[in-house]
């Protein structure tokens, strides 16, 4: 038994099953590392993508809403003072949310959740 024992030893049998033990482990984790990066690109693009679309929703409302604003106030600039103003107020709660943290906490949050998912 200790002779077969040491043959297989010297053979290299043992370490060739270790190795590719190894490997295969690396190959595992490599694959899982790149679906939750594509995870993470993906959900990346959707946002880029969401973010555009609203923009442009935001700039058309925006310009309908004062021009519509115009017309019920017989002038030519108080409605886009009026939607400028809106988008000034707007700017300011945004900017507050990301000085208090609470932007880069939800998008924490929301990465981590991403990074979770997974894929079967």
Known sequence: MLKLLLQLFNSGVVVDTVQSLFQSKIESVKTDFYKKLSNVLAS??????????????????????????????????LGFLIVGGIFCIAAWV?????????????????????LEKRND
């Open 44 to 77: 990346i693009i959707l946002i880029i993508i969401i973010s555009f679309v609203g923009l442009m929703m935001l700039l058309f409302l925006g310009f309908g809403l004062s021009f519509y604003l115009n017309l019920i106030l017989d002038s030519s600039y």
């Open 94 to 114: 945004m900017s507050y949310t990301i000085r208090k943290g609470y932007l880069q906490k939800k998008l924490y949050e929301t990465m981590l959740s991403v």
